[in-house]
């Protein structure tokens, strides 16, 4: 018996040496293809974030040879009693809440209208609706700016006073709710392009003989919908939620172009905030200490989410 455990002990020693060295020399092999993904993703990715770490706990400088103490939880603390950053908080968090369900709604249903039998020109609609996604910015902000200019020659304006909605000219961008209605507004047209095409390849993937099964047991198209496509769609769904609620909270772009944080920094997201306390006020650490707490905010966020509907069975 102890000559039989000692030859099984050999044996298994022998095999997990194996077993190493064709993992070594499978790693010699593809490691020249790797190197310079590896030697990128720390340079630019892992680097930057330890970095950004560690000023969140300095008074950093950018001047060369200056002193960068440490001062603890001091920026942290300094975040929750300055007023700017419960502003930056409450619009970013709204700025989720408002556009993630309306660009997933309205994505999902222009896919579904879309990949219906009897509508033609499928490219050409994907196409118009994909396009803001791949308009620059600055030119969407700028017409935005023209479509919701403040007094009669605003666009939008003009036609709600002609229609008899309104008496006199709305300042979109001078007051802090209209100016985050277009904000939102810029968000959502900006991006449901994105879904649109993200659900209509999906839609296009189902099997045709799930919807004939369906139509021999007498669903009609709403029934479809919901017991057909719904489920099946499911994994891109958690796909499309997660993804939707990252660019929700690192929306930028449409804020600095359109009101700067204005007015009177009541349109402040945490990414334009952060942008400010850095290259603006020169508080690096402060910014710092901002974007660790977004990161992990974003990331708690994320992975509920993925554990919630990893908990669930696809088709």
């Known amino acids: 018996m102890p000559q039989t455990q000692q030859r099984y002990t050999s044996q298994h020693q022998l095999a997990f040496s194996e077993r190493v060295k064709t993992g070594l020399k499978q790693w010699v092999e593809v490691f020249p293809f790797l190197i310079l993904g590896l030697i990128g993703t720390g340079v630019f990715v892992i680097y930057p974030l330890m970095k950004g770490i560690v000023m969140s706990f300095q008074d950093y400088s950018v001047i060369p040879g200056a002193e960068n103490p440490f001062v603890g939880l001091a920026n942290y603390k300094k975040a929750f009693s300055d007023p700017a950053f419960g502003y930056a908080v409450r619009n970013t968090i709204l700025n989720t809440v408002v556009t993630v369900p309306i660009n997933w709604f309205l994505g999902l249903f222009f896919a579904v209208l879309i990949n219906l039998q ?22 969407v902000a700028f017409l935005f700016k023209y479509l919701f200019a403040g007094g009669e020659g605003g666009v939008v304006n003009y036609g709600l006073m002609n229609l008899g909605i309104i008496d006199r000219p709305i300042g979109w961008l001078q007051n802090q709710w209209t100016a985050m209605v277009v904000i939102w507004l810029f968000h959502i047209w900006k991006t449901v392009g994105w879904v649109l095409v993200v659900y209509l390849a999906a839609l296009q993937g189902i099997p045709r003989h799930l919807y004939e099964a369906a139509a021999i047991d007498g669903a009609n198209g709403i029934q479809q919908f919901r017991n057909v496509i719904i489920p099946t769609i ?16 690192n929306i930028f772009p449409q804020v600095y172009f359109l009101t700067n944080g204005g007015p009177m920094g009541q349109t402040e997201v945490l990414q334009s905030m952060i942008y400010k306390e850095a290259f603006n006020n020169f508080n690096f650490g402060y910014s710092s200490a901002l974007s660790v707490m977004m990161g992990l905010t974003i990331f708690i966020v994320t992975w509920s989410q993925q554990k919630q509907f990893g908990k669930q069975r696809f088709l």
């Open 118 to 139: 009897f509508v033609k020109f499928k490219i050409t609609f994907r196409t118009v609706y994909y396009l803001p996604i791949v308009t620059s910015w600055i030119v």
């Open 234 to 249: 499911k994994p891109v769904t958690l796909f499309v939620v997660i993804q939707l609620i990252m660019g929700a909270f």
